[in-house]
């Protein structure tokens, strides 16, 4: 009697362990999920109201929006200057945690990377996000030389901007983009990691500030 209890007492620790080790599989896999276009869209919009807990970001500068004006739908690359003033600025302004991934030296988009760009392409033509200017800043792994990864990065920013425009009509003018090379990774932990090879998107002026 006593070897059966202890027998069933084991099963059931082992069943219990097998529970929470899928729990745990489970949060980490909806954890790597892509965002919603309805989570992209809250995250790139700019707080109407002041939380006296959350302090509202520093108001754009009329330097900075009149930087944003000059550097938007630019079609060549960005100088080191304006990439180090726009990154600047984008410190002041609502993001999302967006990750467009790539393959390892590619700057092509691949199957798995569609759907989120579906949803961030959705967020940014509605009501709430139509005519803002956004940025898009590219970033690679760690491997290879500074120049090659800054060619790269910018080519992956350009890649989701073309995206955007002919499959959703956004106007070129609503982008700037701008590569990064492997500077700012991810995962630094892991320099080579694939979340380093991404896209980040930025809410760099709002509609009404950008048509001023």
Do not use: W
Not at 59 to 66: K, S
Not at 115 to 123: D, F, H, K, R, V
Not at 154 to 179: C, D, M, Q, W
Request: aromatic letters at 4%; proline letters at 4%.
């Amino acid at each position: 009697m006593m070897v059966r209890q202890e027998c069933l007492s084991r099963i059931l620790k082992m069943a219990f362990l097998a529970s929470g080790l899928a729990l745990a599989l489970a949060g980490g896999s909806a954890l790597a999920e892509d965002l919603s276009a309805k989570q992209i869209l809250e995250g790139l919009k700019v707080s109407k109201t002041r939380n006296l807990s959350a302090p509202d970001r520093p108001a754009m500068t009329p330097d900075d929006l009149a930087f944003v004006k000059r550097v938007r739908g630019q079609t060549r690359s960005l100088s080191l200057a304006d990439r180090d003033q726009i990154a600047a600025i984008a410190t002041k302004r609502p993001k999302v945690d967006l990750d467009i991934n790539f393959g390892y030296n590619s700057a092509a988009l691949t199957p798995k990377a569609e759907p989120q760009l579906n949803s961030l392409g959705e967020a940014l033509t509605s009501g709430e996000l139509t005519g803002s200017v956004f940025l898009l800043g590219g970033h690679t792994d760690a491997k290879g030389s500074d120049d090659y990864n800054q060619r790269l990065s910018e080519r992956r920013a350009e890649t989701v901007k073309r995206f955007l425009i002919a499959n959703y009509h956004i106007p070129a003018a609503n982008f700037i983009s701008a590569g990064y090379g492997k500077k700012g990774l991810k995962n630094a932990n892991d320099p080579l990691a694939a979340e380093n090879r991404r896209v980040e998107i930025v809410n760099m002026a709002e509609r009404e500030e950008a048509s001023k």
